[in-house]
Protein backbone atom coordinates (compact mmCIF):
# COMPACT_ATOMS: atom_id res chain seq x y z
CA UNK A 1 0.00 0.00 0.00
CA UNK A 2 1.07 3.37 -0.83
CA UNK A 3 1.30 5.98 2.35
CA UNK A 4 -0.23 9.18 0.63
CA UNK A 5 -1.03 11.71 2.45
CA UNK A 6 -1.91 15.00 0.44
CA UNK A 7 -4.91 15.78 -2.16
CA UNK A 8 -6.55 18.34 -3.50
CA UNK A 9 -10.42 19.07 -3.93
CA UNK A 10 -11.92 21.07 -6.31
CA UNK A 11 -15.03 22.87 -4.78
CA UNK A 12 -15.30 26.04 -6.99
CA UNK A 13 -18.22 25.78 -9.06
CA UNK A 14 -21.72 27.33 -9.23
CA UNK A 15 -23.53 24.34 -9.71
CA UNK A 16 -25.90 26.12 -12.50
CA UNK A 17 -28.12 22.86 -13.23
CA UNK A 18 -29.03 22.61 -9.47
CA UNK A 19 -30.89 26.05 -9.10
CA UNK A 20 -32.14 27.11 -6.66
CA UNK A 21 -30.98 24.84 -4.14
CA UNK A 22 -27.25 26.33 -5.07
CA UNK A 23 -28.52 30.26 -4.74
CA UNK A 24 -27.33 30.39 -1.04
CA UNK A 25 -25.04 27.37 -0.65
CA UNK A 26 -22.68 25.60 -3.15
CA UNK A 27 -23.18 22.57 -4.72
CA UNK A 28 -20.65 20.47 -2.92
CA UNK A 29 -21.97 21.75 0.32
CA UNK A 30 -25.42 20.25 -0.45
CA UNK A 31 -26.32 17.46 1.76
CA UNK A 32 -27.05 14.11 0.46
CA UNK A 33 -28.55 11.70 3.11
CA UNK A 34 -27.48 13.99 6.17
CA UNK A 35 -24.31 14.93 4.91
CA UNK A 36 -22.72 17.21 2.32
CA UNK A 37 -21.21 15.68 -0.81
CA UNK A 38 -17.85 17.34 0.34
CA UNK A 39 -17.82 15.11 4.05
CA UNK A 40 -18.68 12.11 2.21
CA UNK A 41 -15.82 12.94 -0.22
CA UNK A 42 -13.06 13.69 2.59
CA UNK A 43 -14.82 10.46 4.54
CA UNK A 44 -13.82 8.14 1.81
CA UNK A 45 -10.16 9.83 1.04
CA UNK A 46 -9.17 9.76 4.85
CA UNK A 47 -10.32 5.87 4.45
CA UNK A 48 -7.42 5.79 1.58
CA UNK A 49 -4.87 7.05 4.03
CA UNK A 50 -5.38 10.93 2.46
CA UNK A 51 -4.87 12.98 5.74
CA UNK A 52 -4.08 16.80 4.18
CA UNK A 53 -6.95 18.38 1.50
CA UNK A 54 -6.54 21.01 0.23
CA UNK A 55 -10.06 22.43 -0.70
CA UNK A 56 -9.98 24.82 -3.96
CA UNK A 57 -12.81 27.33 -3.64
CA UNK A 58 -14.15 30.26 -5.52
CA UNK A 59 -17.99 30.14 -5.33
CA UNK A 60 -19.90 30.92 -1.70
CA UNK A 61 -16.04 30.30 -0.65
CA UNK A 62 -16.73 31.33 3.12
CA UNK A 63 -19.29 28.50 3.15
CA UNK A 64 -16.92 25.21 3.24
CA UNK A 65 -14.35 26.57 6.41
CA UNK A 66 -17.42 27.54 8.45
CA UNK A 67 -19.07 24.06 7.81
CA UNK A 68 -16.31 22.45 8.25
CA UNK A 69 -13.59 24.17 9.63
CA UNK A 70 -9.77 22.85 10.06
CA UNK A 71 -11.39 19.16 9.33
CA UNK A 72 -10.55 17.67 12.68
CA UNK A 73 -14.04 16.75 13.20
CA UNK A 74 -13.16 14.29 9.82
CA UNK A 75 -10.09 13.16 10.91
CA UNK A 76 -7.73 15.13 8.59
CA UNK A 77 -6.82 18.18 8.03
CA UNK A 78 -8.10 20.64 5.57
CA UNK A 79 -6.53 24.01 3.69
CA UNK A 80 -8.09 26.31 1.71
CA UNK A 81 -7.34 28.20 -1.33
CA UNK A 82 -9.42 30.62 -2.71
CA UNK A 83 -9.91 31.92 -6.67
CA UNK A 84 -10.72 35.36 -6.37
CA UNK A 85 -12.14 34.50 -10.39
CA UNK A 86 -12.46 31.17 -11.47
CA UNK A 87 -9.65 29.52 -13.32
CA UNK A 88 -10.99 26.13 -14.50
CA UNK A 89 -10.01 22.77 -13.18
CA UNK A 90 -6.44 22.90 -14.46
CA UNK A 91 -5.65 26.28 -12.90
CA UNK A 92 -7.65 25.81 -10.06
CA UNK A 93 -5.63 22.47 -9.27
CA UNK A 94 -2.38 24.96 -9.67
CA UNK A 95 -3.67 27.38 -7.65
CA UNK A 96 -4.48 24.29 -4.47
CA UNK A 97 -0.98 23.45 -5.06
CA UNK A 98 0.39 26.45 -3.31
CA UNK A 99 -0.55 24.82 0.04
CA UNK A 100 0.71 21.59 -0.88
CA UNK A 101 3.95 19.78 1.05
CA UNK A 102 4.75 17.18 -0.87
CA UNK A 103 8.11 16.92 -2.97
CA UNK A 104 8.27 16.87 -7.05
CA UNK A 105 8.06 12.82 -7.00
CA UNK A 106 4.86 12.92 -4.53
CA UNK A 107 1.49 11.61 -5.49
CA UNK A 108 -0.98 14.05 -5.29
CA UNK A 109 -4.81 12.96 -5.72
CA UNK A 110 -7.08 15.22 -7.28
CA UNK A 111 -11.09 14.88 -6.72
CA UNK A 112 -13.88 16.68 -8.46
CA UNK A 113 -15.97 18.33 -6.00
CA UNK A 114 -19.55 17.01 -7.45
CA UNK A 115 -18.75 12.88 -7.95
CA UNK A 116 -19.87 10.14 -5.48
CA UNK A 117 -17.65 7.18 -6.96
CA UNK A 118 -17.03 3.59 -5.04
CA UNK A 119 -13.73 4.27 -7.21
CA UNK A 120 -10.74 2.27 -5.00
CA UNK A 121 -8.23 5.01 -4.08
CA UNK A 122 -5.33 3.03 -3.26
CA UNK A 123 -5.73 0.26 -6.13
CA UNK A 124 -5.57 3.32 -8.92
CA UNK A 125 -2.65 4.93 -6.75
CA UNK A 126 -0.73 1.04 -6.68
CA UNK A 127 -1.09 1.14 -10.74
CA UNK A 128 0.24 4.73 -10.98
CA UNK A 129 3.67 3.98 -8.66
CA UNK A 130 4.15 0.17 -10.48
CA UNK A 131 4.16 2.16 -13.72
CA UNK A 132 6.17 5.22 -13.06
CA UNK A 133 3.16 7.24 -14.71
CA UNK A 134 3.18 11.00 -14.73
CA UNK A 135 -0.41 10.82 -14.12
CA UNK A 136 -3.09 8.18 -13.65
CA UNK A 137 -6.86 9.33 -14.44
CA UNK A 138 -9.56 6.78 -12.90
CA UNK A 139 -11.62 5.91 -15.83
CA UNK A 140 -15.25 4.21 -15.69
CA UNK A 141 -17.99 3.08 -18.43
CA UNK A 142 -20.75 4.56 -19.44
CA UNK A 143 -23.89 2.86 -21.22
CA UNK A 144 -24.41 6.66 -23.32
CA UNK A 145 -20.92 7.62 -24.18
CA UNK A 146 -22.23 10.37 -26.31
CA UNK A 147 -23.25 12.61 -23.63
CA UNK A 148 -19.20 12.52 -22.07
CA UNK A 149 -15.93 13.80 -23.53
CA UNK A 150 -14.10 9.80 -24.26
CA UNK A 151 -10.69 8.65 -23.10
CA UNK A 152 -9.43 5.79 -25.14
CA UNK A 153 -6.41 3.36 -23.99
CA UNK A 154 -4.61 0.82 -25.40
CA UNK A 155 -3.97 -2.53 -24.27
CA UNK A 156 -1.63 -1.20 -21.47
CA UNK A 157 -3.69 1.37 -19.90
CA UNK A 158 -1.78 4.29 -21.41
CA UNK A 159 -4.14 7.29 -22.76
CA UNK A 160 -4.46 7.94 -26.03
CA UNK A 161 -6.28 10.89 -26.58
CA UNK A 162 -9.09 12.71 -25.09
CA UNK A 163 -11.71 13.22 -27.11
CA UNK A 164 -14.67 15.68 -27.58
CA UNK A 165 -18.46 14.62 -26.86
CA UNK A 166 -19.09 12.63 -30.37
CA UNK A 167 -21.51 13.70 -32.32
CA UNK A 168 -21.96 10.53 -34.89
CA UNK A 169 -22.41 7.26 -33.67
CA UNK A 170 -18.75 6.81 -35.83
CA UNK A 171 -17.21 8.29 -33.33
CA UNK A 172 -17.59 6.80 -30.48
CA UNK A 173 -14.30 5.01 -30.36
CA UNK A 174 -14.76 3.42 -26.78
CA UNK A 175 -17.25 3.60 -23.72
CA UNK A 176 -14.62 5.20 -21.25
CA UNK A 177 -15.04 8.47 -19.83
CA UNK A 178 -13.37 10.42 -17.32
CA UNK A 179 -14.22 9.77 -14.06
CA UNK A 180 -12.82 12.84 -12.07
CA UNK A 181 -9.98 11.91 -10.11
CA UNK A 182 -6.79 11.94 -11.09
CA UNK A 183 -3.48 11.30 -9.12
CA UNK A 184 -0.50 13.36 -10.32
CA UNK A 185 3.55 13.69 -10.03
CA UNK A 186 3.49 17.00 -7.72
CA UNK A 187 5.79 18.19 -10.10
CA UNK A 188 3.49 18.01 -13.18
CA UNK A 189 0.94 19.89 -11.04
CA UNK A 190 3.74 22.23 -10.82
CA UNK A 191 3.50 22.86 -14.84
CA UNK A 192 0.63 24.31 -15.11
CA UNK A 193 0.55 28.11 -15.94
CA UNK A 194 -0.33 30.12 -13.15
CA UNK A 195 -2.62 33.10 -12.98
CA UNK A 196 -5.46 32.33 -15.52
CA UNK A 197 -8.10 29.84 -16.69
CA UNK A 198 -7.05 26.47 -17.76
CA UNK A 199 -8.97 23.35 -18.46
CA UNK A 200 -7.48 19.85 -17.54
CA UNK A 201 -9.31 17.90 -19.63
CA UNK A 202 -8.80 20.64 -22.92
CA UNK A 203 -5.44 21.76 -22.34
CA UNK A 204 -3.35 19.87 -19.34
CA UNK A 205 -4.22 16.59 -20.58
CA UNK A 206 -4.02 16.69 -24.28
CA UNK A 207 -0.24 18.75 -23.89
CA UNK A 208 1.06 16.12 -21.48
CA UNK A 209 0.43 13.52 -24.19
CA UNK A 210 1.62 15.81 -26.97
CA UNK A 211 4.86 16.03 -24.71
CA UNK A 212 5.46 12.51 -24.58
CA UNK A 213 4.71 12.37 -20.68
CA UNK A 214 3.09 8.71 -19.31
CA UNK A 215 -0.79 9.09 -18.33
CA UNK A 216 -2.70 6.09 -17.83
CA UNK A 217 -5.96 5.41 -17.38
CA UNK A 218 -7.06 2.85 -14.92
CA UNK A 219 -10.90 1.66 -15.14
CA UNK A 220 -13.04 0.83 -12.17
CA UNK A 221 -16.67 0.35 -13.29
CA UNK A 222 -18.15 0.21 -9.48
CA UNK A 223 -20.42 3.29 -8.36
CA UNK A 224 -19.87 6.49 -10.19
CA UNK A 225 -22.37 9.43 -9.91
CA UNK A 226 -22.11 12.71 -11.50
CA UNK A 227 -24.11 14.81 -9.28
CA UNK A 228 -25.07 17.64 -11.70
CA UNK A 229 -28.67 17.43 -11.53
CA UNK A 230 -31.62 17.05 -9.19
CA UNK A 231 -32.36 13.94 -10.35
CA UNK A 232 -29.05 12.85 -9.94
CA UNK A 233 -28.91 14.42 -6.39
CA UNK A 234 -31.87 12.00 -5.50
CA UNK A 235 -30.74 9.10 -6.36
CA UNK A 236 -26.95 9.70 -4.50
CA UNK A 237 -28.77 10.66 -1.30
CA UNK A 238 -31.38 6.76 -1.58
CA UNK A 239 -28.12 5.04 -2.83
CA UNK A 240 -26.40 6.25 0.34
CA UNK A 241 -29.33 5.44 2.73
CA UNK A 242 -29.83 1.94 1.12
CA UNK A 243 -25.66 1.28 0.65
CA UNK A 244 -25.42 0.80 -2.83
CA UNK A 245 -22.21 3.48 -2.34
CA UNK A 246 -20.45 3.66 0.99
CA UNK A 247 -18.69 6.10 1.95
CA UNK A 248 -18.61 5.48 5.41
CA UNK A 249 -20.30 8.88 7.10
CA UNK A 250 -23.46 6.72 7.30
CA UNK A 251 -23.22 3.18 9.89
CA UNK A 252 -26.83 2.13 9.45
CA UNK A 253 -27.96 1.23 5.69
CA UNK A 254 -31.95 0.40 5.18
CA UNK A 255 -34.71 1.05 3.00
CA UNK A 256 -34.99 4.65 4.80
CA UNK A 257 -33.46 6.82 7.11
CA UNK A 258 -35.03 9.23 9.51
CA UNK A 259 -33.07 11.78 12.24
CA UNK A 260 -34.05 10.72 15.90
CA UNK A 261 -35.15 14.11 16.37
CA UNK A 262 -38.25 13.87 13.49
CA UNK A 263 -41.69 13.01 14.07
CA UNK A 264 -43.52 10.79 11.90
CA UNK A 265 -47.31 10.47 12.22
CA UNK A 266 -49.09 7.59 12.08
CA UNK A 267 -49.55 5.39 8.81
CA UNK A 268 -46.88 7.06 6.69
CA UNK A 269 -45.17 5.33 4.45
CA UNK A 270 -41.53 6.40 3.87
CA UNK A 271 -39.33 4.08 1.20
CA UNK A 272 -37.40 3.37 -1.43
CA UNK A 273 -34.12 4.93 0.19
CA UNK A 274 -35.86 8.46 1.44
CA UNK A 275 -33.71 10.87 4.16
CA UNK A 276 -36.08 12.75 6.59
CA UNK A 277 -33.71 15.40 8.37
CA UNK A 278 -33.92 16.41 11.92
CA UNK A 279 -37.02 18.34 12.96
CA UNK A 280 -38.98 17.61 10.46
CA UNK A 281 -42.59 16.40 10.59
CA UNK A 282 -44.48 14.19 8.26
CA UNK A 283 -48.44 14.31 8.60
CA UNK A 284 -50.70 11.59 8.74
CA UNK A 285 -51.20 9.39 5.68
CA UNK A 286 -48.45 10.84 3.68
CA UNK A 287 -46.03 9.25 1.62
CA UNK A 288 -42.18 9.98 1.11
CA UNK A 289 -40.63 7.79 -1.99
CA UNK A 290 -37.21 8.07 -2.96
CA UNK A 291 -36.79 11.84 -2.05
CA UNK A 292 -34.96 13.82 0.16
CA UNK A 293 -36.97 15.72 2.89
CA UNK A 294 -33.97 18.18 4.78
CA UNK A 295 -34.42 19.70 8.42
CA UNK A 296 -36.64 21.58 10.09
CA UNK A 297 -39.30 20.50 7.51
CA UNK A 298 -43.04 20.58 7.81
CA UNK A 299 -45.22 18.21 5.37
CA UNK A 300 -49.10 17.68 6.06
CA UNK A 301 -51.50 15.12 5.70
CA UNK A 302 -52.57 12.96 2.76
CA UNK A 303 -49.38 14.27 0.80
CA UNK A 304 -46.96 12.68 -2.00
CA UNK A 305 -43.58 13.03 -2.14
CA UNK A 306 -41.73 11.45 -5.04
CA UNK A 307 -38.27 11.37 -6.47
CA UNK A 308 -37.76 14.88 -5.46
CA UNK A 309 -35.75 17.03 -2.71
CA UNK A 310 -37.14 19.38 -0.39
CA UNK A 311 -34.55 21.93 1.51
CA UNK A 312 -34.38 23.09 5.00
CA UNK A 313 -37.50 25.03 6.56
CA UNK A 314 -40.17 24.39 4.19
CA UNK A 315 -43.74 23.76 4.80
CA UNK A 316 -45.86 21.80 2.33
CA UNK A 317 -49.82 21.98 3.76
CA UNK A 318 -51.95 19.19 3.33
CA UNK A 319 -53.16 17.26 -0.06
CA UNK A 320 -50.17 18.40 -1.66
CA UNK A 321 -48.40 16.03 -4.92
CA UNK A 322 -44.68 16.81 -5.38
CA UNK A 323 -42.91 14.86 -8.09
CA UNK A 324 -39.33 15.19 -9.48
CA UNK A 325 -39.36 18.30 -8.11
CA UNK A 326 -37.25 20.63 -5.97
CA UNK A 327 -39.05 23.18 -3.38
CA UNK A 328 -35.69 25.01 -1.93
CA UNK A 329 -35.00 26.51 1.35
CA UNK A 330 -37.97 28.54 3.61
CA UNK A 331 -40.64 28.30 0.92
CA UNK A 332 -44.60 27.44 2.18
CA UNK A 333 -46.51 25.70 -0.38
CA UNK A 334 -50.13 25.72 0.01
CA UNK A 335 -52.42 22.97 0.08
CA UNK A 336 -53.77 20.77 -2.69
CA UNK A 337 -50.65 22.48 -5.20
CA UNK A 338 -49.41 19.61 -7.44
CA UNK A 339 -45.54 20.00 -9.29
CA UNK A 340 -43.99 17.41 -10.96
CA UNK A 341 -41.68 17.22 -14.56
CA UNK A 342 -39.02 19.33 -12.91
CA UNK A 343 -40.80 22.13 -11.43
CA UNK A 344 -38.51 24.19 -8.86
CA UNK A 345 -39.65 27.06 -6.21
CA UNK A 346 -36.99 29.16 -5.31
CA UNK A 347 -36.14 29.95 -2.21
CA UNK A 348 -38.63 32.64 0.69
CA UNK A 349 -42.02 32.08 -1.49
CA UNK A 350 -44.95 31.75 -0.02
CA UNK A 351 -47.11 30.10 -2.38
CA UNK A 352 -50.75 29.44 -2.84
CA UNK A 353 -53.11 26.29 -4.51
CA UNK A 354 -50.47 26.11 -7.83
CA UNK A 355 -50.61 23.13 -10.68
CA UNK A 356 -46.44 23.14 -12.15
CA UNK A 357 -45.58 21.17 -15.10
CA UNK A 358 -41.95 21.65 -15.53
CA UNK A 359 -42.23 25.16 -14.33
CA UNK A 360 -40.38 28.00 -11.71
CA UNK A 361 -41.81 30.14 -9.24
CA UNK A 362 -40.91 32.69 -9.41
CA UNK A 363 -40.80 32.58 -13.48
CA UNK A 364 -36.98 32.98 -13.71
CA UNK A 365 -35.85 33.49 -17.60
CA UNK A 366 -32.49 31.73 -18.75
CA UNK A 367 -32.29 30.47 -15.24
CA UNK A 368 -30.28 27.52 -16.40
CA UNK A 369 -27.28 30.10 -17.76
Known amino acids: MIFVTEAILL???????????????????????????????????????????????????????EKLGDGSSLGVQLSYAFEPEQLGTGGGIRNAAALLKSGPE???VVFNGDVLSGVNIEKVLKIWKE??????????????PKAYG????????NVLA???KPEKDEDIVTDQINAGMYIFKRKIIDTIQTGRVVSVEREVFPNLLKNNYKVIGVVDE????????????????CDL???KIETGLIKNHS??????????????????????????????????????????????????????????NVIIEDNCVIENSVIADSVVLGSESILKNDSRIWPDQKVGKVLLDNQTIPEVANWQN
Open 11 to 65: VGGYGTRLKPLTIHTPKPMLEVAGFSVTSHQIAKAKKANINHIVLGTAFKAEVFK
Open 106 to 108: DPI
Open 131 to 144: KNADVALYLTKVKN
Open 150 to 157: LVPTDEAG
Open 162 to 164: FLE
Open 222 to 237: SYWLDLGTPNAFVKGS
Open 241 to 243: VTG
Open 255 to 312: EKMIEVSAQIDENVLISNGSYVGNNSKIGKNSKIDSSAISSQVKIGMNCVIKSSIIAK
